[in-house]
C-alpha cells in the first residue's frame, strides 16, 4: 500500500495511522490497536493479528478470506483503554462485502497489555 493513500481504518495517511503498528510500534491504546487490526484484516496482514492477540486466546493460524472486502469501520464506544490502563474495550462496527453481498460485523473487543502492549483479547458479536 502507499503510504500516502488513506488508511482502511479512516484515521488519515496510512503512512502516519496504522503502518507504523504494523511495523512494530506499540499502539499507545486500545482504539489505536483496534483500528490497527481492522487495518491489517483490509491488508490482509494475519501475521499483525496473530501477533496481536492475548497469548490466552490466540489461534494456532489466523486465515483470512480473500473474498471479503472490508470497506468502512465506525468506533461506537470504547471505555478504558488508555496510556495508563490495564484493560479497554473497543466497540465497533465494520463494514464488508463478499460473495454474499454486504455485511456488517458489530462487535465490543477486550484488550489488556501484554508486556506493556495492548493485545486483544476476545470480543461479544451483536447480531444486525
Do not use: K, N
Not at 77 to 100: I, L, S
Amino acid at each position: 500500500m502507499d503510504p500516502e493513500e488513506r488508511c482502511p481504518c479512516g484515521g488519515g495517511a496510512y503512512a502516519d495511522c496504522c503502518r507504523p503498528f504494523h511495523d512494530g510500534a506499540a499502539a499507545p491504546t486500545a482504539e489505536a490497536l483496534m483500528r490497527s487490526r481492522y487495518s491489517a484484516f483490509a491488508l490482509g496482514l494475519p501475521a499483525y493479528l496473530r501477533s496481536t492477540w492475548a497469548r490466552a486466546t490466540r489461534p494456532r493460524t489466523v486465515d483470512l478470506d480473500p473474498g471479503i472486502t472490508w470497506r468502512r469501520l465506525q468506533i461506537v464506544d470504547t471505555a478504558r483503554g488508555g496510556q495508563d490502563d490495564a484493560t479497554g474495550v473497543v466497540e465497533f462496527r465494520a463494514a464488508h462485502r463478499g460473495p454474499d453481498g454486504a455485511g456488517l460485523l458489530h462487535e465490543r473487543s477486550r484488550f489488556v497489555r501484554e508486556a506493556g502492549r495492548w493485545v486483544y483479547l476476545d470480543g461479544e458479536l451483536f447480531d444486525g
